[in-house]
């Protein structure tokens, strides 16, 4: 099998979490957090693995993907909350996972980009310099929805889901103007960790995904911003659905994690 699945913390605060690694030989292998898409519906581990997942853990990165969301939809902030409870509890078992001095990330892609996002602010203000960068693909940011490149979603089926998806998930929110919610809208990014952020040219979420790679640059953040040809299958990383892309991750995964060594 290609991951373990396992149970981390204790009693009833136990968070089911499943492993991918590799078989690539490293001195000191990162440790990611990760959060998968599926526009804030249900994300417990499913029976396939999750693409971005492998392709992350294929650069050599021990991948823990958290189910932050188990028969409903996820919901702010809880989402959230389970998300950073996993990432402190990663952040003290480093050597268990994957090495004492591993360097730890949370990634997500789509809504779970989003969570992460939210993670990686919440990480600075109550876990200061315990996480050392964040990996956005694709990720839902801007719950507006009202870029040029967003009236694509259409196209591919994907709008009204995207906006039944914010919905649900911003429902106990005081509207969506809270910085962990809607990151978009933070007004303060400064100190949050370095970011890798990756899109394509043909993904309806580009645009607000470029503008908030800008907003973390102009913030002071360190920013390594990944562009895909169109035509890569990008879109495909919603429905878990291979292409080009994969392998995009891997290198430009391996490329940020050496980078901020």
Not at 93 to 122: C, H, P, Q, T, Y
Not at 245 to 259: C, D, L, V
């Amino acid at each position: 099998m290609p991951w373990t699945d396992l149970e981390i913390g204790h009693g009833q605060g136990q968070l089911p979490v499943r492993i991918y690694s590799s078989g690539l030989v490293q001195k000191v292998k990162p440790l990611v957090l990760y959060l998968a898409g599926r526009a804030f519906g249900q994300a417990a581990p499913a029976e396939a693995e999750q693409p971005a997942a492998r392709a992350l853990a294929d650069s050599g990165a021990v991948v823990v993907e958290v189910a932050y969301a188990y028969d409903r939809p996820a919901i702010f902030p809880q989402a959230i909350e389970r998300g950073l409870q996993v990432l402190q509890r990663l952040s003290l078992r480093k050597k268990e996972f994957a090495g004492a001095r591993s360097k730890l990330f949370v990634a997500g892609d789509e809504a779970g980009g989003n969570i992460a996002a939210g993670i990686a602010l919440k990480a600075r203000d109550y876990m200061p310099g315990s996480l050392s960068g964040q990996v956005l693909l694709s990720p839902l940011i801007d719950p507006e929805m009202a870029s040029a490149s967003i009236r694509r979603a259409d196209e591919i089926g994907m709008r009204q889901r995207w906006t039944q998806g914010w919905s649900q998930y911003l429902q106990q929110a005081c509207g969506y103007g809270h910085p962990y919610a809607a990151p978009c809208l933070c007004s303060r990014l400064s100190g949050v960790a370095p970011a890798l952020v990756m899109s394509a040219e043909d993904d309806p979420l580009r645009d607000e995904i470029l503008a908030y790679a800008r907003r973390l640059g102009d913030g002071g953040v360190f920013v390594r911003q990944h562009i895909l040809a169109a035509g890569q299958g990008w879109t495909g990383i919603y429905t878990g659905q291979d292409g080009r892309w994969r392998q995009e991750i891997t290198e430009a995964f391996a490329a940020f994690a050496a980078e901020l060594t």
